[in-house]
């Protein structure tokens, strides 16, 4: 008999497939005491096994390239954290295995994160990843991961680590569905990147049984157990008639009546250029810088490394439009050069433009690479700063700018409510403003980003958030400038026609979503865009929202 599940759809795409779970390490070695004699080579075990989980997630990472790359490098680093590794020789020298050790050490951390408040917790998946797959080394069992399988499959697991995510076969994983997670989780943004259907935040995913068929719908954030014939012809023919809407798209982004929307991606490194440029991206709206500083936490990257880095992305978009977002630290990307180690809460510390301002040598250099890598390009360069709380914040980014001799526009992203609600004061200092609805959404609701206990908080489809959106986009309008959203709400094709509609004059997105996006927009008007954002600011739910939108787009 089908039954009906719903969890939080962040990735477009249908896949029907018979279920797989992912497989999982001996979570916990035995606890037995050593001898003195033996701790030495314990501790050499123990730095062994370290050192080659960490260099197998770099590898993962060149692999996978672009964004994954990026999150692999993180996780490398937090493998070879140097008071974790301290505190694994402590109790190794006072009678624990390597692998308890490092199990204990691991726990001792992830406790730390819950006491505070769990603002890490999205993060703790990735820790106990790590921790997982030092200890299988240790312990010489498989490594956790995906499941072997000759034939596809839908792939469904409490979490996926982004040493999963980045290498999943599209071939063969149809789509993914987890338990916890939320729509700017790790997973979630890597499912785009890859274009595989996925959900997460789906209460008793884990209870599916093994070969059970499921078809999962992740535009809509449901999961069919067993579906009938109908209802998996349905799911069929809908799925043809969008892939059949996106070939038949192309071109610059705009409304059926002409209204120009440009569709810009976001990339996390040169890695993401090519598939940005094949869905025809006409331009980058955020350029995350951070893929540069995450080889080395001591230092900053050389000016020189800078700059090439920076003119491979630049270069692929003559007569484009490319924001950069200069480095973003702190709070869940710390950097040991940069990153204050004891804040009792990162999110409302040094964080952001905080920490560029506190280590003004750091972002006089970006700036300088970034001046240096568009010299002689035909590209319309932009730079903007993470974090702008106020006028002042955005004075003291705009001064630095021109200090640095940069010959481009300088931008605010919009990610404080602070920022939404004095936006014309902090466009008397910038050009243009770009809201980061994920990190905007997290301060509204007071709500981690990535705890998917309170996913329902992070929906971009929250009024309030909306109104926060509207608040910015009328301001840049009075002050005529522009104002974009570059967070994962652009992604949502529903949610593009109503952002346009509040007033948002350009909308970027992970790649794969691009067609997506174009071809809605493109069946819609300004005026039915503008009638849709009127009645979802009119709810009082996310859902209520959605459902209204929904019903004005589709003329009911």
């Not at 062994?48 to 964004?67: F, P, Y």
């Not at 349905?234 to 996106?246: C, D, V």
């Not at 040094?350 to 240096?372: E, I």
Request: negative net charge; proline residues 6%; hydrophobic residues 45%.
């Amino acid at each position: 008999m089908e039954t009906t599940l719903r969890g939080v759809g962040v990735s477009h795409g249908v896949a029907i497939g018979e279920v797989r779970h992912m497989g999982t390490a001996v979570l916990e070695p035995p606890a037995k005491q050593i001898p003195a004699d033996e701790a030495e080579r314990e501790q050499g075990r123990a730095r062994q096994a370290v050192e080659a989980v960490a260099a197998d997630l770099m590898a993962r990472g060149n692999l996978a390239g672009g964004e994954a790359q990026a999150v692999l490098e993180a996780q490398a680093m937090m493998a070879q954290d140097p008071e974790l590794m301290a505190d694994v020789e402590r109790r190794i020298a006072v009678g624990s295995t390597a692998e308890r050790g490092v199990y204990d050490a691991f726990a001792a951390y992830r406790a730390l994160l819950a006491g505070a408040g769990e603002y890490l917790a999205g993060r703790v998946a990735d820790l106990d990843d790590v921790r997982n797959r030092i200890v299988a080394r240790l312990l010489g069992v498989p490594m956790p991961g995906v499941p072997d399988s000759d034939e596809p499959y839908v792939l469904i697991a409490r979490d996926l680590a982004p040493a999963d995510t980045a290498l999943l076969d599209p071939t063969l994983v149809l789509g993914f569905v987890t338990e916890e997670g939320g729509p700017t989780s790790h997973s979630a943004i890597l499912a785009r990147a890859l274009g595989v259907p996925a959900i997460v935040a789906l209460p008793g995913a884990g209870e599916l049984v093994e070969g059970t068929v499921i078809a999962v719908d992740g535009s809509t954030g449901e999961v069919f157990v067993e579906p009938d014939a109908g209802k998996r012809a349905a799911l069929e023919r809908a799925a043809a008639e969008r892939k059949a809407a996106l070939a038949a798209s192309s071109g610059p982004g705009a409304t059926s009546d002409g209204h120009k929307v440009p569709l810009l991606a976001n990339v996390g490194g040169p890695g993401d250029v090519a598939a940005a440029v094949d869905a025809g991206a006409e331009g980058v709206g955020l350029f995350r810088t951070e893929f540069l500083f995450l080889d080395d936490s001591k230092k900053a990257p050389s000016e020189e490394k800078q700059v090439d880095a920076y003119r491979q992305v630049l270069e692929a978009f003559p007569e484009g439009r490319v924001v950069v977002r200069v480095l973003d630290a702190g709070a869940d990307k710390p950097l040991e050069f940069l990153t204050p180690a004891d804040e009792p809460n990162p999110a409302l510390g040094v964080r952001g433009l905080r920490t560029l301002l506190d280590h003004p040598d750091v972002l006089r250099t970006q700036l300088t690479a970034l001046a240096k890598a568009a010299e002689g390009l035909p590209v319309y360069l932009e730079v903007m700063a993470p974090m702008v709380a106020d006028r002042t914040d955005a004075k003291a980014f705009a001064d630095a700018c021109r200090e640095a001799g940069l010959q481009a526009k300088f931008g605010a992203m919009v990610e404080i409510p602070s920022a939404a609600l004095r936006a014309r004061s902090i466009l008397q200092e910038v050009e243009f403003l770009s809201l980061g609805t994920n990190d905007l959404a997290q301060y509204t609701f007071a709500a981690d980003r990535q705890v998917g206990a309170v996913s329902r908080l992070q929906d971009p489809w929250q009024p309030a958030l909306l109104d926060l959106v509207a608040a910015s986009a009328e301001a840049a309008k009075a002050e005529g400038k522009s104002c974009g959203v570059c967070g994962e709400a652009a992604s949502d094709p529903l949610l593009a026609c109503v952002l346009t509609g509040l007033g948002v004059t350009s909308l970027s997105m992970g790649a794969a979503s691009i067609p997506y996006v174009r071809s809605t927009l493109s069946k819609h008007t300004l005026a039915q865009c503008e009638r849709a954002a009127a009645a979802a600011r009119a709810a009082d739910t996310a859902d209520d929202a959605r459902a209204a939108a929904q019903a004005v787009l589709s003329g009911e």
